[in-house]
């Protein structure tokens, strides 16, 4: 979907949106918008870079690749957000692929009450104002480990 999108379209979707892209985050944004999980990857340290940011913090590298993730992880913690209409989980979500790496995400497909600390969760999407975003679901028994 993004193959056809210039830069500019790119941002201009975002910014209709009210999200404000900057260098470091656009390539992950556009990899949102196809609904993949992709992070800045660090192939010299083999390090995927969350925040995204444009320099490897350990090695000072700029030679970037963005790599999707497995979309697989663990609630390392939550919260749960009350002014909202309907109550919201947002999440820490520990991802599969390196340890310490997390990011906050709403938890979804999940009683308030079910969610736990370090339960297995997968990715799945949200659409905030037609731009999808990423969310994690318990994991399902089928999900692959
Ligand atoms: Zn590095």
Redesign the pocket.
């Known amino acids: 979907m993004t193959a056809q999108l210039t830069q500019n379209e790119l941002v201009e979707r975002l910014v209709t949106a009210g999200i404000r892209p900057d260098d470091d985050s656009i390539d992950v944004w556009a990899s949102y918008l196809d609904q993949k999980l992709a992070f800045p990857y660090?192939?010299?340290?083999r390090?995927w870079i969350y925040m995204p940011r444009s320099l490897?913090?350990?090695?000072?590298?700029t030679e970037?690749d963005l790599r999707e993730l497995s979309g697989r992880g663990t609630v390392y913690t939550f919260t749960i957000d009350r002014n909202v209409s309907e109550l919201q989980v947002m999440g820490l979500i520990e991802l599969a692929d390196q340890p310490g790496l997390r990011m906050v995400a709403p938890i979804v497909d999940c009683a308030v009450d079910d969610v736990a600390i370090g339960m297995d969760v997968s990715l799945a999407w949200l659409d905030f104002r037609g731009v999808p975003v990423p969310a994690f679901a318990p994991a399902q028994a089928g999900d692959a480990k």
Do not use: A, Q, V
């Not at 660090?42 to 340290?45: E, S, T």
């Open positions: 660090c192939p010299r340290c390090y490897c913090p350990k090695c000072w590298s970037l």
